[in-house]
């Protein structure tokens, strides 16, 4: 399982990794941003007011013409946008995976030394991973979250008129993001491959239980 999970969180990475790549190649349209922000709310200021036609039918063109200058630049930001939400959905399904795994062996962990009248200590260290494991898979999908959040509201097309001021803290926390959700995803792997010995570990003493009973039995049976 172990090794599964690093394969998916390795991917996970490089899917964030190179649409970060794709993000800061693509540049910044910044400057088109706060151009149509402002002709934006320009227009509507004017439209508000009643303004004569002349001047609304020119910020009216204006408005267009900054529109129709972001739209070119904005529309080499597809796939930065559609990699971002594919690299944002593998990283929670990782993550999602990681959690349910740990809530799946921890209830087969004490169930079978339940039934089997083992070591408590056994399910106890069980419960004890599940645990460890739970702070690094929500950091990790907070941070995704949050770095998809601020992707969102640096989008002019969104009409927040510091959309472009966003863009910055974006890209800041992306590339922070990576390294946290990395070291996140590699201390997971760690905790399975532990988890993954422990239940080795359950499932030897459980078939040296079941083995012994069935002794039991049949010494009592001969008897």
């Known amino acids: 399982m172990s090794r599964i999970f690093l394969a998916l969180a390795v991917f996970a990475v490089l899917l964030l990794a190179a649409n970060l790549l794709v993000g800061v190649n693509e ?18 200021r004017l439209a508000d007011s009643a303004s004569d036609r002349a001047t609304l039918d020119r910020s009216e063109i204006q408005l267009k013409a900054a529109a129709k200058q972001l739209n070119a630049q ?10 971002g939400m594919s690299a944002a959905l593998v990283t929670l399904l990782v993550n999602s995976i990681s959690v349910t795994y740990f ?3 921890n209830r087969w962990c004490r169930e079978v030394v339940d039934a089997f009248s083992l070591d408590q200590a056994l399910a106890q260290n069980s419960q004890r991973l599940k645990k460890r494991s739970f702070p690094w ?14 992707g969102a509201a640096s989008d002019p097309v969104t009409l927040n008129p510091d959309a472009a001021d966003w863009v910055q803290y974006h890209w800041g926390l992306a590339m922070l993001g990576i390294v946290v959700i990395g070291g996140c995803l590699l201390a997971q792997v760690a905790l399975i ?9 359950i499932f030897v003493a459980a078939e040296a239980e079941r083995e012994r009973r069935q002794a039991a039995r049949a010494s009592a049976a001969e008897g």
């Open 193 to 201: 491959g532990k988890n993954y010995q422990l239940i080795n570990e």
């Open 103 to 105: 809530i799946g062996t």
């Open 137 to 150: 898979s929500l950091t990790a999908i907070l941070m995704i979250l949050v770095i998809a959040g601020l």
């Open 27 to 44: 540049g910044d349209f910044g400057a088109a941003s706060r151009a149509f922000q402002a002709a934006y709310h320009r227009h509507d």
């Open 74 to 83: 904005r529309s080499a930001f597809w796939p930065h946008i559609w990699l």
